[in-house]
């Protein structure tokens, strides 16, 4: 039987999470809604001005959902990569387990910056690959991989993988074996246990791992601009150029508003969606 909860001794315990909260999130994010709903860069005129020349222009609706797609496919390319090495992990003796999560964890202790770098080494003119197509004789003059979509995608997926593979691990190994000994014991095959058993009591992992990882993308600010050259303008980059080299912090904030909406919209869907599927195993 659980002990009667002290109410005030409880208030004073979530005062510091309160604190930190409204400090460092709910005011930074009031106060960029209030510098976008001013009309002109001086701030001088209330209105929603800002809003209507973002969402009556094509270029800027473009570039949402160019950025909105590169989260998408980068999640996707996270799950046909995690999911596998996360489910090898399960497979595996408590050793080759450490290992196996040492090195997935060892790109979470090196910067974001350095890693995309790495990615600028490896795709370059005079990069790795071009350097190896060249030598095995399969191109004569080098090919164009970096500042390219697929450059963005490949790197973003990388960079994020930790974040769906973590998830997925934690959810696969959570699977009571028995289940699966069920399953081929009524004759299912070892497809058949896989989609009907694993897949279905993984999805809690899953869906984690897809919300993260499509956050995370959407705003690669370092990532996408690093890899994309500023060739390829995305929601991140597009906030800097107008805060920083356009000192239009109104159209800035308001930029950011509508990424911070628009993510927080699709990852709410995806979590509903998730959870209403026949595949989502409540805990």
């Known amino acids: 039987m659980k002990a009667p909860l002290n109410s005030h001794r409880d208030k004073w315990l979530v005062l510091p999470l309160v604190i930190f909260f409204s400090f460092f999130v709910a005011i930074p994010l009031l106060l960029m809604l209030g510098v976008s709903i001013f009309n002109d860069a001086s701030m001088t005129q209330l209105g929603v001005g800002q809003y209507v020349k973002f969402v009556g222009d094509g270029f800027n609706r473009g570039i949402l959902l160019e950025t909105l797609f590169i989260a998408l496919i980068s999640v996707i390319v996270s799950i ?5 090495v996360a489910y090898v992990y399960t497979l595996l003796s408590r050793g080759w387990q ?21 990615w600028v080494v490896i795709l370059g003119r005079e990069g790795l690959i071009n350097q190896l197509l060249i030598s095995l004789g399969l191109i004569t003059t080098p090919i164009k991989l970096l500042y390219t979509q697929g450059a963005v995608i490949i790197a973003v997926s990388q960079i994020e993988m930790p974040m769906m593979i973590l998830p997925l691990i934690s959810s696969l190994s959570s699977i009571d074996s028995r289940l699966k000994d069920a399953s081929y014991a009524l ?20 869906l984690a791992g897809s919300l993260l990882v499509f956050a995370a993308s959407a ?6 601009t690093l890899i994309g050259g500023g060739r390829m303008i995305f929601m991140p980059f597009y906030i800097y150029q107008q805060a920083i080299q356009s000192q239009n912090y109104p159209f800035a904030a308001t930029i950011a508003v509508i990424l911070l909406c628009t993510v927080m919209a699709l990852v709410s869907l995806i979590n509903f969606m998730g959870r209403r599927s026949k595949g989502f195993i409540h805990g």
């Open 187 to 206: 004759g299912a095959g070892y497809w058949r246990t896989f989609f009907s058993v694993t897949l279905p009591l993984s999805m809690p992992g899953l």
């Open 219 to 224: 705003s690669a600010f370092v990532t996408q």
């Open 98 to 118: 450490r290992l196996l999560l040492f090195a997935i964890l060892l790109p979470l202790l090196t910067s974001s910056v350095v890693r995309t770098f790495s």
């Open 80 to 84: 046909l990569i995690g999911y596998p």
